[in-house]
C-alpha cells in the first residue's frame, strides 16, 4: 500500500500565502517525479507544478513567479510554496507521486485525497 497524505490546505486573502505539502509513505521503492495539481468543478484536472527526483521543476504558466515547488528526497514529501494568491487560484488542490511499488516492482501514478485552497476577501 501506498498513501500520500496533503496538508496546508485552507482560505487565503487575494495577495496572501499558502504553503502545501504532501507525505508518501508505504511500499515505495523509488519515486520518480512528485507533483501538484488542481480542479474545479466542471473543468478537467490541470498541472500546477512537477519536480522530477534530480530536481528539475515544470509550473503551469499562470502560476510562474508566484509559486515554488520543493522536495524533501529523504522524507518522500513535496511542497508548495504559494504566494501572491489569487481568486482564480481557488480549488481542490492534489498531489501526485510517480514511483515504482517495493511489493509488486510497478510504476504507477497515486494520488493524494485532495486539499481545498480558497482564496476570497
Known amino acids: 500500500q501506498v498513501h500520500l497524505v496533503e496538508s496546508g490546505g485552507g482560505l487565503a486573502q487575494p495577495g496572501g500565502s499558502l504553503r502545501l505539502s504532501c507525505a508518501a509513505s508505504g511500499s515505495i521503492l523509488s519515486i520518480n517525479s512528485m507533483g501538484w495539481y488542481r480542479q474545479v468543478p466542471g473543468k478537467q484536472r490541470e498541472l500546477v507544478a512537477d519536480?522530477?527526483?534530480?530536481?528539475?521543476?515544470n509550473y503551469a504558466d499562470s502560476v510562474k513567479g508566484r509559486f515554488t515547488i520543493s522536495r524533501d528526497n529523504a522524507k518522500n514529501t513535496v511542497y508548495l510554496e504559494m504566494n501572491s494568491l489569487k481568486p482564480e487560484d481557488t480549488a481542490v488542490y492534489y498531489c501526485?507521486?510517480?514511483?515504482?511499488?517495493?511489493?509488486?516492482?510497478?510504476?504507477?501514478?497515486?494520488w493524494g485525497q485532495g486539499t481545498q485552497v480558497t482564496v476570497s476577501s
Open positions: 501526485k507521486a510517480d514511483l515504482t511499488n517495493s511489493r509488486w516492482y510497478s510504476r504507477d501514478d497515486y
Open positions: 519536480v522530477t527526483s534530480g530536481g528539475r521543476t
